[in-house]
């Protein structure tokens, strides 16, 4: 399985070992708005949950921290998101995450699509219980390159995203909440009119309160084309 490694911002170190990963779909605050985002995407030809939220399981080597993702074809792409880490003794971590997908599968299954491509996680994480009184005011940024381009593609807070508490209940529910974890919170909208199938992905979660910020970077490389 995969293995983690986390830098806290008192300088100490989180290793995680890695036994369950969870994508939530369709994740936003607003429900209505959920549902219209459904109706959006069924005109597209991507099916619909059967409920709202959704949680998709992922294997758990897809959890990685990279600063480059293979691509089967032209038509994958991330979503910012936060991440929540289940450490050692049940301590809960924050963290920024990119969930690269195949866009081409998820008109197939979106399960099928969160398994064609891995979680990017970065490197650096936050105590849920140091950020939790002010999580709706976190940010929520990221960017794609296009060659030596670079262009805003998501901006938002964690406020339009059900909250990492919302989650935890969730696991406690279902015995999950256990060290090893790491659920991938679901996304924001999309700039109108940003190429989303873009060279590199950049995700940032900031802290206004404190200035700090949690950053990863990862570029987009095609895999050689198949012989045979």
């Known amino acids: 399985m995969a293995v983690l490694t986390f830098e806290l911002p008192d300088g100490s170190t989180r290793e995680v070992d890695v036994v369950q990963v969870l994508n939530a779909g369709y994740a936003g605050r607003s429900q209505e708005d959920v549902a219209a985002h459904v109706a959006e995407l069924a005109e597209l030809g991507v099916p619909g949950p059967s409920v709202t939220p959704a949680l998709y399981p992922v294997s758990p080597y897809l959890a990685q921290q990279t600063d480059r993702v293979q691509a089967q074809h032209g038509r994958t792409s991330g979503e910012a998101e936060w991440a929540l880490i289940v450490a050692d003794g049940g301590e809960l971590l924050l963290t920024a995450a990119c969930d ?129």
Request: net charge negative; charged share 25%.
């Open 100 to 228: 690269h997908t195949d866009r081409d599968l998820e008109v197939h299954g979106v399960a099928w699509s969160k398994n064609a491509g891995p979680d990017v996680l970065a490197r650096r994480a936050w105590r849920l219980a140091d950020v939790e009184s002010r999580v709706d005011e976190l940010t929520l940024r990221a960017w794609v390159t296009h060659g030596d381009t670079r262009t805003e593609i998501q901006h938002g807070t964690l406020a339009e995203l059900l909250t990492p508490a919302y989650w935890v209940d969730v696991l406690r529910s279902r015995d999950g909440l256990v060290p090893g974890t790491v659920l991938i919170s679901g996304t924001i909208p999309m700039a109108p009119g940003v190429d989303q199938f873009a060279d590199g992905w950049t995700v940032e979660l900031g802290d206004p309160a404190t200035g700090d910020t949690i950053r990863l970077d990862y570029a987009v490389r095609p895999m050689p084309a198949p012989i045979g």
